[in-house]
């Protein structure tokens, strides 16, 4: 089984969860349906913000809990010295 996060923008609302699925495309959306037919993901309103003509899911394979799309902590920067490059004018 592989976790995945699934993003759902319809009709002026969004959506955000994880579901449980085999790594084939039938059983993503079979983990999908179930998990909207549980009715417990919590849809947020976007108002007119939004244009409802696009609807759309998207869904991204989470591999670690630490470094995935569900990390709501700072991204982990790198900081050294840099050198630099360039022509001046004589």
Do not use: C
Request: charged fraction near 25%; aromatic fraction near 10%; glycine fraction near 6%.
């Amino acid at each position: 089984m592989v976790e995945f996060l699934v993003n759902i923008w319809a009709y002026d609302h969004y959506a955000k969860f994880n579901v449980l699925a085999n790594d084939n495309p039938a059983s993503l959306e079979q983990a999908i349906l179930d998990k909207l037919g549980e009715k417990s993901i919590v849809w947020e309103y976007l108002g007119i913000s939004y244009d409802n003509k696009i609807n759309r899911i998207t869904y991204e394979e989470v591999i670690d809990g630490k470094n995935d799309a569900t990390l709501t902590g700072p991204l982990p920067t790198k900081e050294g010295s840099r050198s630099t490059v360039g022509a001046r004018a004589s």
